[in-house]
T-cell receptor, first 115, second 114 residues
Framework: DAGVTQSPTHLIKTRGQQVTLRCSPKSGHDTVSWYQQALGQGPQFIFQYYEEEERQRGNFPDRFSGHQFPNYSSELNVNALLLGDSALYLC??????????????FGPGTRLTVT | AQSVTQPDIHITVSEGASLELRCNYSYGATPYLFWYVQSPGQGLQLLLKYFSGDTLVQGIKGFEAEFKRSQSSFNLRKPSVHWSDAAEYFCAVGRNTNAGKSTFGDGTTLTVKP
């Protein structure tokens, strides 16, 4: 049973460019959450997708957008990249629904470097 | 708003010694609490979780944590540390509705001396 997978593993972009990160959830999971982890900090919640819609959003600008596909996989898009966007981007999957309890499974992350 | 504080940025213990990592949370309702471990360059692995019931929860790799509502704490413990436990540890709090969003502390880095 494959866990959460993310691609690519590493990525280097230039300021102002756009980037797309991809995530496939754990088998049987229908909810995907994205987190940004800057160096030396804990993960910060970006947003969550359930039933192909953004269900929750953290304190991130509109430059951060996402999508969920019918097979529950998800993409994170970041436009107009800034140096401060350099971070490890983590995807987590879980079972959805309106209430918990729940448990998230994390992927290995995509390391984004903006130069 | 929910928040998590991990007061110790870095802890060093000798192999075989006991370990306690502190976590304090702020949350307006019944929290769901988690401890994760992260090795360098890796994603997060769930060590244990507290949803309800017994306030002492057991996790993987010999870890346990105790939920103390009166102190708003959820400290992680291990009786005997192994060199392979060296990693970064994160405490997180989640909501009991709209599953998925968790708020993380900034982590504690554990170094294990031989």
């Amino acid at each position: 049973d494959a866990g959460v997978t993310q691609s690519p593993t590493h990525l280097i972009k230039t300021r102002g460019q756009q980037v797309t990160l991809r995530c496939s959830p754990k088998s049987g999971h229908d909810t995907v959450s994205w987190y940004q982890q800057a160096l030396g900090q804990g993960p910060q919640f970006i947003f969550q997708y359930y039933e192909e819609e953004e269900r929750q959003r953290g304190n991130f600008p509109d430059r951060f957008s996402g999508h969920q596909f019918p097979n529950y996989s998800s993409e994170l898009n970041v436009n107009a990249l800034l140096l401060g966007d350099s971070a490890l981007y983590l995807c987590a999957s879980s079972l959805g629904g309106a209430t918990g309890p729940y448990e998230q499974y994390f992927g290995p992350g995509t390391r984004l470097t903006v130069t | 708003a929910q928040s998590v504080t991990q007061p110790d940025i870095h802890i060093t213990v000798s192999e075989g010694a006991s370990l306690e990592l502190r976590c304090n949370y702020s949350y307006g309702a019944t929290p769901y609490l988690f401890w994760y471990v992260q090795s360098p360059g890796q994603g997060l692995q769930l060590l244990l979780k507290y949803f309800s019931g017994d306030t002492l929860v057991q996790g993987i790799k010999g870890f346990e944590a105790e939920f103390k509502r009166s102190q708003s704490s959820f400290n992680l413990r291990k009786p005997s540390v192994h060199w392979s436990d060296a990693a970064e540890y994160f405490c997180a709090v989640g909501r009991n509705t709209n599953a998925g969003k968790s708020t993380f502390g900034d982590g504690t880095t554990l170094t294990v001396k031989p």
